[in-house]
């Protein structure tokens, strides 16, 4: 994973290529974003609380703002994302937003899948979608149980301490 962050916030978070050396660069928002995301992998965090810096057209910031309501462990579609945007024939347009997400993870858009149920597109792959998506799910139906299997075989090449600015 790589993220970056300028001032103002978190401005990117990436899953890409294998597990690289960490780079440490201190920066507070990266440090909360590291902290947050392995709470996250671990099962014990369903929601962020980082300040995004986000840049996008007025539609794209609309759209990123609804993925951040959505449950955790719960999927809406592509239709549903561009209704709760205000723009209910406007699923294409909602659907090229969602991919343009720079924070992924943090913003959710893996939560939006197609209307007859399919993943639909990834940035990152349908495999990761698919494992963050099955992830959440078992997460949130054992979030009373304190046995938790958080065993990750997709994320397992992956490192959180890959970082950078």
């Given at each position: 994973m790589h993220?970056?962050?300028?001032?103002?916030?978190l401005t990117r978070v990436r899953i890409e290529g294998a597990a690289t050396e960490a780079r440490e660069d201190?920066?507070?928002?990266?440090?909360?974003?590291?902290?947050?995301?392995?709470?996250?992998?671990?099962?014990?965090?369903?929601?962020?609380?980082?300040?995004?810096?986000?840049r996008g057209t007025p539609f794209e910031l609309a759209v990123w703002k609804v993925l951040q309501e959505i449950p955790y462990g719960e999927t809406i579609s592509y239709a549903e994302l561009a209704r709760r945007c205000g723009s209910p024939a406007a699923f294409r347009a909602a659907g090229r937003?969602?991919?343009k997400n720079p924070v992924a993870i943090v913003v959710p858009c893996h939560r939006v899948i197609t209307s007859s149920g399919a993943l639909g597109g990834y940035s990152a792959g349908a495999a990761y979608k698919r494992w963050l998506l099955e992830f959440e799910a078992r997460i949130a139906?054992?979030?009373?149980?304190?046995?938790?299997?958080?065993?990750?075989?997709?994320?397992n090449q992956y490192s959180l301490p890959g970082f950078t600015s």
């Open positions: 993220a970056a962050a300028s001032d103002k916030g201190g920066h507070p928002v990266l440090v909360t974003a590291r902290v947050q995301l392995e709470e996250y992998f671990r099962g014990e965090r369903s929601s962020f609380d980082l300040p995004l810096d986000l937003a969602n991919g139906k054992a979030s009373s149980s304190s046995s938790r299997s958080t065993a990750n075989p997709i994320f």
